[in-house]
């Protein structure tokens, strides 16, 4: 009896040892059925969005034949004084010329221009076209050639030059041009992708591609009006005065200048708002000159924070008036030296350079608002827009 209880115990033991293996091999064959039933993973974004990037070529296409290639001579006259740069010889003899005379050479420069209108307008910087000094002489202008896109070499007029922002106009006699449509540079957002077209290092018609780096950029000791937009797009020597493009093709910048430790490209470039230069075009096409507002001769400081807490300017914002001329249009509206000038039509004032754009931009003959803390009290004074003596 008791090898019967044995085989049975025997087979009860096989028996639930099968069944467990069933449980056991079902939950495993669910599991990876969830695991094969889990959907792939998302492709990234960023890998996304490269095969989205803009396409130039067109743009490229149709704006590089209006960018042309400008080279500029004038003679100048130094002092032939072996002592010209020493500053004891020129406090005590001054201008040293009557000295030892004076001694001709050709200043060259070379730069590149965009065309403008069908008809030879060509626009370009200013110190493309009157070298290192930045200054034109009356007696002589320089001799100015402009190398079209097809080879053509033609001699250019000086329609006239705006030292202010770095800009100068010229005219060519030749009709049907390519030209680069006129874009808005005040819808510019940081991040956007943009052309430098120009001719760097002599080497015509080059394109290089960016994006906006910084927008309104000042304070940067390029020129006396500045407002510059900032791109990473390679600017070099020999591309001032060419295009900056947005990618619909319509002109937003004329390249201006590189921060640059070593000469080259180094990822920083400034070029002037095609807003700006539209107007300053206009100006010179008018007037021959850029008509600018002016409140008169006011000297202005930064306002510093010890500066601010004694005079009761909460923020630390504004301007300091540091002198001014009494004949001045300023004075006569009631501003005084020791004033903090904090609001100009209704916008905040950060810095001098700024409060000057505000001045030069106002229309001639308007009245502008003043807001200024004086003495801790807030002021407002209408001040009269008068235009270049």
């Known amino acids: 009896m008791r090898t019967p209880r044995r085989l049975i115990l025997a087979l009860l033991l096989l028996a639930c040892g099968f069944a467990a293996g069933l449980v056991i091999t ?57 002592f010209a740069n020493d500053p004891f010889f020129q406090f005590f003899y001054g201008d040293q010329g009557t000295l030892f005379g004076q001694r001709r050479s050709v200043e060259r420069s070379l730069g590149s221009g965009v065309i403008v209108s069908t008809d030879g307008l060509v626009l370009t910087n200013n110190h493309v076209v ?24 033609v001699q250019a007029t000086i329609v006239g030059v705006d030292p202010t922002t770095d800009l100068a106009l010229l005219k060519i006699d030749v009709g049907n041009l390519p030209t680069v449509p006129w874009g808005d540079s005040s819808t510019l957002r940081v991040a956007e992708w943009v052309l430098a077209i120009g001719n760097p290092f002599q080497l015509n018609q080059t394109v290089t591609l960016g994006i906006v780096s910084a927008l309104g950029r000042a304070n940067v000791g390029i020129s006396d009006y500045e407002d510059f ?31 640059s430790q070593s000469g080259g490209y180094q990822g920083i470039g400034f070029a002037v708002p095609s807003n700006l230069a539209r ?19 006011v000297e202005i400081a930064p306002l510093s ?31 005084r030296p020791g004033d903090v000038i904090v609001a100009f039509n209704d916008m905040a004032v950060a810095d001098g350079g ?33 235009g270049p003596n």
């Not at 007696?139 to 080879?151: E, F, K, M």
């Not at 000159?289 to 001769?297: A, Q």
């Not at 500066?307 to 300023?330: E, H, T």
């Not at 000057?356 to 827009?385: C, H, K």
């Open 26 to 82: 079902g939950r495993l064959r669910g599991a990876s059925e969830i695991v094969a039933q889990t959907p792939a993973p998302v492709r990234s974004p960023v890998v996304a969005a490269t095969a989205d990037l803009p396409d130039f070529t067109r743009v490229a296409e149709q704006t590089v034949p209006a960018v042309v290639n400008i080279s500029s001579a004038q003679v100048v006259q130094r002092p032939n004084s072996p």
């Open 130 to 153: 009157a070298g290192e000094s930045g200054r034109l002489s009356r007696r002589q202008l320089p001799a100015v050639s402009v190398a079209l896109a097809d080879s053509r070499e």
């Open 229 to 259: 937009i900032q791109t990473d797009a390679a600017i070099n020597p020999g591309n001032s005065g060419g295009a900056l493009v947005n990618r619909r093709g319509e002109l937003v910048g004329i390249n201006t200048a590189i921060f």
């Open 279 to 297: 107007r300053v075009v206009d100006d010179l096409t008018q007037y021959g000159e850029v008509r600018r507002g002016s409140i008169g001769y």
């Open 305 to 335: 924070a010890t500066a601010a807490q004694q005079l009761g300017v909460p923020d630390a914002r504004g301007v300091l008036v540091q002198a001014m001329r009494r004949d001045s249009a300023a004075y006569r509206a009631g501003l």
């Open 354 to 386: 700024q409060i000057l754009r505000f001045i030069q931009d106002a229309p001639i003959g308007s009245t502008a608002r003043v807001v200024v803390i004086r003495e801790g009290e807030r002021t407002t004074l209408d001040v009269p827009i008068e």
